[in-house]
């Protein structure tokens, strides 16, 4: 089973999401309204994954691009701006996952994080479920 999500909007980055007391700060507080609004359209979809998922059998591959407007500087370099691909990741799992019933992120057994340049800021994240390896062992 897989789901494809689009959230418009740029990624939010984990290191200006919390102030002091790890408090979440303002903008970090609207950013998570946003993207909670639009995950509302996508709660069906959501629903129907999670009933494909068994915790016992399954985990869950997730893909996320962030499309940014500005990730290159004038001069054709990756923008400092752009933010550190890593530090788009929480706040963006924490949404979705808030959306998926019975699936905690620790579910998550792959994660593919990039940024690319695109014409409209936004987050595509795109969700498998896999059967779960129980019998190979890595030494």
Request: hydrophobic share 40%; proline share 2%.
């Amino acid at each position: 089973m897989k789901l494809s999500i689009i959230i418009a909007g740029r990624g939010f980055s984990v290191n200006a999401a919390y102030g002091r007391n790890h408090a979440l700060t303002a903008a970090a507080r609207r950013w998570k309204l946003q993207f909670h609004k639009q995950m509302i359209m996508r709660q069906d979809d959501c629903a129907l994954f999670s009933r494909s998922f068994n915790p016992f059998e399954h985990c869950v591959k997730v893909t996320i691009t962030n499309r940014m407007i500005n990730l290159l500087t004038k001069d054709g370099r990756i923008s400092h701006a752009s933010v550190d691909v890593d530090n788009l990741n929480k706040l963006t799992l924490d949404g979705v996952f808030s959306f998926l019933p019975g699936i905690d992120d620790c579910a998550i057994t792959s994660l593919i994080s990039s940024k690319i340049r695109a014409k409209d800021d936004s987050i595509a994240v795109d969700l498998e479920i896999l059967t779960q390896d129980r019998d190979s062992l890595q030494p």
